[in-house]
């Protein structure tokens, strides 16, 4: 064996530690304890059947892994085992329309058609993308081909039996399914430089199906005329061809298309072209499906779309959240699917977001069941509580529809595959919901109070972050501050009264660490300046590239963010980020900071447990290169030390801009932001802060709760990125053998260690979802009220403007929301947004969008 380095021993021995302190979970910590045999009877639930109502109190037997009873006080048979959902919510499995779990392989690119190629000879049902599907109350899921080509593999149905044989996962009796796509991505490979293939533009992509279908014809004819002459032994049957095969199949009605789509011009075509060849078709995620909702009703074309998601290429900038409630008012079938390999997915809540618009929980909770069952074909046997479906049943701790919801236990053909053992020992203190309130949002009633220096808030419920809430009581803001708080709060001359009667008044949110005003649209490389060449970058700044106007930035303002801090990325040191408001004309009107904080991306190691297992060699060879880096590091710091301390003797020293702009920092008047996900790395930060006597901040800290102790001791603060926003819809705990639900109990571990922590999105379109993704960790025992500190008055003391922001206080900055509810609540909506003591406008190209085509669709 090999003498192992002292760092590598080091990493080891810190990482050894961490497994026998911290909560682990490996794979019989994955698998239930609790086995039915199929046969369960699951008593005094919440019973949400989505076809036939509710029933409280509700009992649900299942017998031979099908429904076999339900009601009220029915009786276990014998041998039969009881699951108590007392206090819980029993719904249908939750079924997802589109995603890529449980396959090794995605795409066959390499022709335009493809459609020989099938999912089921990769399907693999060990990875552990299906065990956090049932972690999400998933039981079926289609597993697709990509959307590398026009027509794309053949796609398979599945149960998300995870870890069993996958004859057992293929859903049988569920329809073929093949995979087309439209758009940037099969026309993408036309453009390369090297070996271009057709198609290349979307003209293209049309004529790809138009020879397609015509060859299959043509292959349909043969084969039919061959059979009507077959006796003749002169003549010879045509080659057997797989791949028009695979689509005569469709125009025979054997296989379901299921089309990858985004833009309303090119949906329609495929819509016309599943009428003119006679196929049946579904719209995947068909995200400009609401601007041809009327089309899509008529011709009875169900689409699978998103919660949100949105601006992370060119095709979907007109992408809105209120998609899915315009196609439903209109007749649509809608289902909101994942499109995802791994990872925990709040998808209930994704489908819950359209409750702000109108959509009733009722029609929210079909998007996730019924309506993407029968997308599929399979909505006979799932997508509802009924007698004769499938056991596919999954538990809630609190309404599916909160965003405090969490799934307990998930059954596939009335055997448990998921049951929740609570690593963390949260769920006494756990945020749940009994209920939700679907939310009529009227963008014609998004007015501006009144122009004036001076407003008051009056009769609303108040709550400063700083102090108790204030029930019935007033703010009052002048020239541009919160000059009183309380029923003592009295409107001077001309002040614009707004009343607050039923509202709710608190500060405005921070997005600690984000892409807002630098980042507009994903895959444009023109729109984009968070990142630039180089690695060690300290005289950069962000300030001057933040761009007021940026499309994303009202976006974010919609859900309560009034502040940001938008930070550089690229090299090891990229350069300084700058917080500022959301608000302004200029950057120097929305300033706050231009130079807030240096941004170190701290070189990283192997990370995670299994990496404790490589052999040495490998782990030597990673850890070389990270020394390097890391040293590298140290002498910049060094150079910059040596650098100031020259000038300040009066020595006659060349400029450095890179030198010059790390001073204050090293002196520590301003805060290093080390951006590190790993306990090592944390550890290295925390290592290098000390020496140079930094003022250090961690920021993203997927892995902070390991290292909570060392945090608190060095008096150092994170800044978490809040789960759902490094991927939107896919939330994977930072290491394989980490609890699946450690992504959303670390805020709650910071918190009992003592560390100070706030949020950050460090996403420029997903920002616009910073409270729902920090509120979702209160059901996983984060307080309510520290996840409302940690997005106002916490942000703003680690950023160093506590006292100017953060809280509902005499003299602070008025950055105020005013609510009809819970802000953290995925139903609730902004009814005022103040920045900088100004009213400002809750308007967005979303809300522009929704009002011009919910007209149309009501009117058709």
């Known amino acids: 064996m090999k003498r192992l380095t002292l760092f590598t021993f080091s990493f080891l021995a810190a990482n050894l530690a961490c497994a026998q302190s911290n909560p682990v979970?490996?794979?019989?910590?994955?698998?239930?304890?609790?086995?039915?045999?199929?046969?369960?009877?699951?008593?005094?639930?919440?019973?949400?059947?989505?076809?036939?109502?509710?029933?409280?109190?509700?009992?649900?037997?299942?017998?031979?892994?099908?429904?076999?009873?339900?009601?009220?006080?029915?009786?276990?048979?014998?041998?039969?085992?009881?699951?108590?959902?007392?206090?819980?919510?029993?719904?249908?499995?939750?079924?997802?329309?589109?995603?890529?779990?449980?396959?090794d392989d995605v795409n066959e690119g390499a022709d335009s058609i493809t459609a020989e190629v099938r999912i089921r000879?990769?399907?693999?049902?060990?990875?552990?993308?299906?065990?956090?599907?049932?972690?999400?109350?998933?039981?079926?899921?289609?597993?697709?081909?990509?959307?590398?080509?026009?027509?794309?593999?053949?796609?398979?149905?599945?149960?998300?039996?995870?870890?069993?044989?996958?004859?057992?996962?293929?859903?049988?009796?569920?329809?073929?399914?093949?995979?087309?796509?439209?758009?940037?991505?099969?026309?993408?490979p036309g453009g390369q430089d090297q070996s271009p293939r057709f198609p290349a533009s979307r003209m293209g992509v049309e004529a790809v199906y138009r020879r397609a279908f015509n060859d299959a014809r043509d292959y349909i004819h043969a084969w039919d005329e061959y059979e009507k002459r077959k006796d003749d032994r002169k003549i010879a049957p045509p080659r057997r061809d797989l791949r028009l095969e695979s689509l005569a199949d469709i125009l025979r009605?054997?296989?379901?298309?299921?089309?990858?789509?985004?833009?309303?011009?090119?949906?329609?075509?495929?819509?016309?072209?599943?009428?003119?060849?006679?196929?049946?078709?579904?719209?995947?995620?068909?995200?400009?499906?609401?601007?041809?909702?009327p089309e899509l009703a008529k011709a009875h074309i169900p689409v699978s779309m998103f919660g949100d998601g949105f601006a992370y290429k060119l095709e979907v900038v007109d992408s809105i959240p209120m998609a899915t409630a315009i196609c439903d008012k209109a007749g649509v079938i809608v289902s909101v699917n994942t499109d995802t390999f791994s990872g925990t997915v709040p998808i209930t809540q994704d489908a819950a977001?359209?409750?702000?618009?109108?959509?009733?929980?009722?029609?929210?909770?079909?998007?996730?069941?019924?309506?993407?069952?029968?997308?599929?074909?399979v909505d006979s046997r799932v997508g509802s509580l009924e007698v004769g479906k499938d056991g596919d049943v999954a538990i809630w701790q609190g309404h599916p529809l909160s965003n405090y919801t969490k799934c307990t236990m998930t059954f596939i053909d009335g055997e448990v595959f998921f049951e929740r053992r609570d690593a963390f020992k949260m769920d006494a203190r756990s945020m749940a919901q009994s209920s939700v309130e679907s939310k009529l949002f009227d963008p014609n009633k998004l007015t501006l109070p009144g122009k004036s220096n001076s407003y008051l808030i009056v009769g609303a419920t108040v709550h400063p972050v700083s102090g108790p809430d204030l029930p019935k009581s007033n703010v009052l803001i002048r020239d541009g501050r919160i000059e009183a708080v309380g029923n003592q709060a009295k409107a001077p001359a001309g002040t614009v009264t707004i009343d607050g009667k039923g509202l709710h008044v608190y500060p405005g949110f921070i997005d600690a660490g984000s892409k807002l005003g630098i980042d507009e649209i994903g895959e444009v490389p023109s729109s984009q300046d968070s990142t630039e060449n180089g690695e060690y970058k300290a005289d950069l700044r962000v300030f001057n590239s933040v761009n007021p106007d940026n499309q994303n930035i009202p976006k974010a303002r919609f859900n309560g963010v009034t502040s940001m801090l938008t930070m550089p990325s690229g090299g090891v040191v990229s350069g300084q980020s700058a917080l500022m408001n959301t608000a302004g004309f200029t950057t120097e009107e929305m300033s706050l900071q231009s130079m807030a904080?240096?941004?170190i991306t701290m070189p990283a190691g192997p990370s995670g447990m299994l990496k404790m297992f490589l052999p040495a060699e490998q782990i030597a060879q990673m850890e070389s290169g990270l020394a390097d880096r890391v040293r590298v590091l140290?002498?910049?710091?060094?150079?910059?030390?040596?650098?100031?301390?020259?000038?300040?003797?009066?020595?006659?020293?060349?400029?450095?801009?890179k030198l010059e702009a790390l001073q204050p920092y090293l002196k520590g008047d301003r805060p290093m932001v080390f951006h590190a996900d790993e306990a090592a790395t944390i550890r290295q930060?925390?290592?290098?802060?000390?020496?140079?006597?930094?003022?250090?901040?961690?920021?993203?800290?997927?892995?902070?709760?390991?290292?909570?102790?060392?945090?608190?001791?060095?008096?150092?603060?994170?800044?978490?990125?809040?789960?759902?926003d490094a991927c939107p819809d896919e939330i994977s705990p930072p290491g394989e053998f980490d609890p699946y639900d450690a992504p959303y109990a670390a805020p709650a571990l910071l918190h009992d260690a003592g560390v100070k922590f706030c949020f950050m999105t460090n996403a420029f379109d997903m920002a616009m979802n910073l409270p729902f993704n920090a509120g979702r960790t209160c059901a996983f025992g984060l307080s309510h009220e520290d996840a409302i500190r940690a997005l106002t008055l916490d942000a703003a003391t680690?950023?160093?403007?506590?006292?100017?922001?953060?809280?509902?206080?005499?003299?602070?900055?008025?950055?105020?929301?005013?609510?009809?509810?819970?802000?953290?609540?995925l139903t609730s909506q902004l009814r005022y947004l103040f920045i900088a003591g100004k009213p400002v406008s809750l308007e967005t190209h979303y809300t522009a969008l929704y009002r011009k085509y919910l007209g149309r669709a009501l009117e058709q």
């Open 685 to 724: 930060s925390v290592e290098m802060a000390k020496k140079f006597g930094l003022k250090a901040i961690i920021a993203g800290g997927a892995e902070a709760w390991q290292v909570a102790k060392l945090l608190k001791d060095n008096n150092i603060a994170v800044i978490y990125q809040s789960p759902g």
């Open 253 to 293: 009605g054997r296989t379901w298309v299921q089309c990858h789509s985004y833009r309303q011009d090119e949906m329609l075509m495929m819509v016309r072209l599943s009428q003119e060849f006679h196929f049946h078709l579904c719209m995947q995620h068909a995200l400009e499906a609401y601007k041809i909702a």
């Open 121 to 188: 000879d990769v399907l693999n049902t060990k990875g552990l993308g299906l065990y956090y599907a049932l972690a999400s109350g998933m039981t079926t899921s289609m597993v697709l081909h990509g959307s590398a080509n026009p027509i794309g593999g053949q796609s398979t149905v599945i149960k998300n039996k995870w870890e069993r044989p996958v004859s057992e996962a293929i859903f049988e009796g569920a329809p073929h399914m093949v995979k087309f796509a439209l758009g940037e991505n099969p026309k993408r």
């Open 634 to 657: 140290q002498e910049f710091f060094e150079a910059g030390k040596r650098y100031g301390e020259a000038k300040g003797s009066g020595e006659e020293v060349r400029t450095d801009t």
């Open 798 to 825: 680690i950023l160093g403007v506590g006292d100017k922001l953060g809280s509902l206080e005499k003299g602070k900055i008025a950055n105020v929301i005013v609510t009809d509810g819970d802000p953290l609540e």
């Open 597 to 599: 904080a240096l941004d």
């Open 25 to 103: 979970e490996v794979a019989a910590d994955r698998h239930p304890t609790f086995h039915t045999g199929g046969d369960v009877l699951i008593k005094n639930g919440r019973l949400l059947t989505v076809t036939n109502g509710a029933i409280d109190g509700g009992d649900l037997l299942i017998l031979k892994g099908k429904i076999a009873k339900m009601g009220k006080g029915l009786t276990a048979p014998a041998g039969v085992k009881v699951v108590d959902a007392a206090g819980k919510f029993v719904t249908p499995g939750i079924v997802d329309a589109h995603s890529h779990r449980g396959t």
């Open 353 to 377: 977001k359209a409750m702000r618009y109108g959509m009733s929980a009722d029609h929210a909770l079909r998007m996730v069941t019924i309506n993407p069952a029968f997308e599929l074909g």
